[in-house]
């Protein structure tokens, strides 16, 4: 038990746990489990390198409103009055994307996972056609991105490392309370009454 909570503290503190240390403290299905997590942690990333061409389209779109509304930012700095029409532009841009995510969506309900909030097209929503309010697809790197969906399931191999570590030792701390729980029976008490 100690051994296991050294490991999890320099887990925590960022140091690199090496993989036959936790084979050497994890109990077989422990060590297991956290080969599947990662593998699992691995699927996860590769399916997010490949996008579905809905959530590509509408990347583009919202790309295309972005350049349109930064352009009506910068005109509006230098007070010109082309700002207006170039703003008009972005919006269409942005209706546009918002109107084919929810057609998108509507046909395929696994896409809701590609973005960082709710996705509720009905009136009075979050969801504006404006640059705060868009959607932002989950492997952004925007600042405006609120994470969820696929990402937010995405895992370090530290962070799998330590839940594995954690996972252990709370399995320790249960059969360490049923042991004292049955030595309790055995000897026609409960452990504690002293």
């Given at each position: 038990?100690?051994?296991?909570?050294?490991?999890?503290?320099?887990?925590?503190?960022?140091?690199?746990?090496?993989?036959?240390?936790?084979?050497?403290?994890?109990?077989?299905?422990?060590?297991?489990?956290?080969?599947?997590?990662?593998?699992?942690?691995?699927?996860?990333?590769?399916?997010?390198?490949?996008?579905?061409?809905?959530?590509?389209?509408?990347?583009?779109?919202?790309?295309?409103a972005t350049f349109w509304h930064n352009r009506a930012v910068a005109a509006e700095a230098r007070g010109q009055a082309s700002h207006s029409e170039l703003d008009d532009r972005a919006t269409d841009y942005y209706e546009r994307a918002l109107e084919r995510l929810e057609e998108s969506v509507h046909n395929d309900a696994s896409l809701y996972a590609w973005f960082d909030r709710d996705l509720d097209f009905r009136a009075g929503s979050e969801l504006q056609a404006n640059a705060g309010s868009m959607p932002i697809v989950v492997?952004?790197?925007?600042?405006?991105?609120?994470?969820?969906?696929?990402?937010?399931?995405?895992?370090?191999?530290?962070?799998?490392?330590?839940?594995?570590?954690?996972?252990?030792?709370?399995?320790?701390?249960?059969?360490?309370?049923?042991?004292?729980?049955?030595l309790g029976d055995l000897l026609g008490r409960n452990v504690g009454d002293d």
């Open positions: 038990m100690q051994k296991l909570q050294e490991i999890a503290e320099q887990l925590r503190r960022g140091k690199n746990v090496q993989n036959r240390k936790l084979q050497a403290w994890l109990s077989v299905e422990g060590y297991e489990q956290y080969l599947s997590d990662w593998a699992d942690q691995k699927e996860l990333r590769e399916e997010l390198t490949v996008k579905p061409s809905a959530v590509l389209e509408y990347e583009e779109l919202l790309r295309t492997t952004s790197r925007s600042a405006d991105n609120r994470g969820g969906g696929l990402a937010f399931a995405k895992q370090t191999k530290q962070e799998v490392k330590l839940a594995a570590v954690e996972r252990e030792i709370l399995n320790l701390e249960a059969d360490v309370r049923g042991t004292a729980v049955s």
